[in-house]
């Protein structure tokens, strides 16, 4: 007499999980959540921090560092929205691109090519990273500079150069000497994020499972 009830209840209780399986679903959106909003808060202290001027009036900053950590640790499709969410901060009117600005008067100065960049570059990193992760030792160190390295001149490069010619009126080849300058900075701060990014792997290895 009193297995129908609890069969009843079974069934019941079943179906619920069946229609409601949804703490999984939020509890991964709720991590995607954090982890865009932490690294987009850091890619503006990264901006914020005083850089280096130069002629151009692009200064030289720790932003293209925090863009391509983002790629490197969260994976292509979060790195990129990491970003977004920076960019549509910082042009909704809150100052946390470089020398402390924001809003729309940004797309108006010599950066913004390389600031409209910023997304692609850290899908592309996060991209190339994937196959980086794969290796072991100091190979997948070496990969994920190279990682970086690709991110930065297959989009931050060329994307800026033409952001100098349109904003600056100088040809391309006066826009890639002032481009040069950025190299060497690049350079170091894309060995800082692949050796960051492996210290956060050993940190939270559930990220390497977890990037997308």
């Not at 991964?28 to 690294?39: E, G, I, K, N, R």
């Not at 910023?118 to 190979?139: E, H, S």
């Not at 990014?197 to 990037?211: I, N, Q």
Request: hydrophobic fraction near 60%; aromatic fraction near 8%.
């Amino acid at each position: 007499m009193t297995d129908a009830p609890e069969k009843h209840l079974s069934t019941d209780s079943a179906a619920a999980a069946a229609v409601h399986p949804a703490p999984v679903v939020r509890s991964s959106v709720a991590t995607d959540v954090a982890l865009v909003s932490t690294f987009a808060a850091f890619i503006a202290v990264c901006a914020i921090l005083p850089g280096i001027p130069t002629p151009s009036g692009v200064p030289i900053t720790l932003q293209t560092f925090g863009v391509v950590l983002a790629g490197l640790v969260l994976g292509w499709r979060r790195g990129a929205l990491a970003v977004l969410l920076y960019l549509v901060v910082g042009l909704a009117g809150v100052p946390v691109f470089a020398d402390g600005t924001g809003g729309l008067v940004v797309l108006t100065k010599p950066s913004v090519g390389y600031l409209l960049a910023f997304p692609f570059a850290a899908a592309v990193a996060g991209l190339l990273a994937g196959r980086a992760l794969r290796l072991t030792g100091a190979l997948r160190y070496l990969a994920l500079v190279g990682a970086g390295l690709g991110a930065s001149f297959l989009t931050i490069h060329p994307a800026g150069i033409v952001g100098l010619m349109a904003r600056l009126g100088v040809s391309f080849g006066e826009a890639f000497a002032i481009d040069v300058v950025y190299w060497p900075g690049d350079l170091v701060k894309n060995l800082l994020a692949a050796a960051v990014a492996l210290a956060v792997f050993r940190a939270f290895p559930d990220l390497l499972r977890s990037r997308r």
